[in-house]
């Protein structure tokens, strides 16, 4: 998609706005890998369902990048196969329910950090990106409590 000229307030509101769509995309990727160390149970579910979530976020922001003529940028190479590779290791150290949780509120922490730094970042975003930030950040929250039920 072509780019055109933005002012700060169309580029606060495409950069957070991209900011939502790579955090969301990571975190269906990191929770994609985990799930496959998983084999069943409740916590499979309660997984599954957070990586819907995470889809319906970058779905999303990517809609509504597309209304500003903006691409979303995808999470980089190194930062995948770091992340993959962190996570293939930790479950295969641990596949309890308890350190899936752990992993799971360490993932929504810094989902949280992430998010409230970029809209520190971007004060001239817009009202629908912000909205879906803080979308983002009730949603993190919301798994955070429930990974506790596995602690």
Known sequence: MEQRKQNPAEMDNTALLKDI????K????????L???IESGQIKSDL???MAGYAEFYGKAQKELA???????EVGPLTKASSYLGVKMNAMLDRSPSHVAEMTIQGSTMGIVSTTESLNKHPQAGH???RLA???LSFEQK??????NYL
């Open 128 to 130: 629908e990106a912000k």
């Open 67 to 73: 209304k500003l003529h903006a691409d979303p940028e």
């Open 21 to 24: 769509y790579q955090d969301a």
């Open 134 to 136: 803080n979308d983002v």
């Open 143 to 148: 798994n955070i409590e429930r990974m506790k």
């Open 48 to 50: 599954q369902a957070q």
């Open 35 to 37: 799930l496959k160390t």
């Open 26 to 33: 990571m975190g269906e990727e990191t929770l994609k890998t």
